[in-house]
């Protein structure tokens, strides 16, 4: 008896679908150009808070920030003009970067698709604001990194404005705290985002330096 070819079913051959590349896309060897894209993966992925005029805080979300400068410490998050927090920074000066953990993955997201104009994110995702130590915009409790911002400047890129910030303060979980005084951020459970997915950070695979480290001898 003829056997059927896999995958096959009432003995009709299952096709797999011909892929197709992507327009502006061409291959070169190994190597496909893509066309020009912020294609810089994976990101952090952080809520940042902010608080107007009239007192009420907002959540948006937000995977275009970065450290940019160790002393002054400073970081960058850049919005379009049409976000509710961009008037609502561009007026303060002032935001919170809170780091999530992969336990608050699902309400960053929210806070990333719904807009503080219709509905008060905290109330609708049961965060909880909490008193920053340096400025007057609240922190988010539940994110185990909060980093306190004053904007220093604004640059108009395009579709995008960053705003330039200084960390003036930083809040962490206590629980992450080892009895020597070490931050044990690996245990914050840490998340990324990677070309429009949320992943969680995997096992640690060296740490700065570690490549040209000397071997220890061991004694005999």
Known sequence: MRKEPSGSRDGNV??????????????????????PGAMLFPLPVVMITSMGKDGRPNICTVAWTGTICSDPP???????????????IRGSREFVVNVPSVRQIRVTDYCGVVS???????????LTPAPAS?????????????????????????SHTMFIAEVVAVQVNAGLMTPSGRLALEKAGLAA????????????????????????????
Not at 74 to 88: C, N
Not at 117 to 126: A, H, I, L, Q, S
Not at 134 to 140: D, M, N, Q, W
Not at 193 to 220: E, I, P
Request: hydrophobic residues 30%; positive net charge.
């Open 134 to 158: 340096a400025i007057k915009t609240p922190l988010i409790l539940e994110c185990p990194l909060n980093l306190e911002c004053s904007v220093k400047k604004t640059l108009d890129l395009g």
């Open 116 to 126: 503080g104009r219709e509905v008060d994110k905290f109330e609708k995702t049961g």
């Open 14 to 35: 299952k096709r797999r679908p011909v892929r197709r590349m992507p327009e502006n896309t061409r291959k070169t060897g190994v190597k496909c150009v893509w066309k």
């Open 193 to 220: 985002f990677a070309h429009g997915g949320y992943y969680a950070l995997g096992k640690k695979l060296g740490f700065f330096g570690y490549s040209v480290q000397k071997k220890k001898s061991s004694r005999k």
């Open 74 to 88: 400073m970081v960058s998050i850049s919005l379009r003009k049409e976000r509710y927090s961009y008037d609502i």
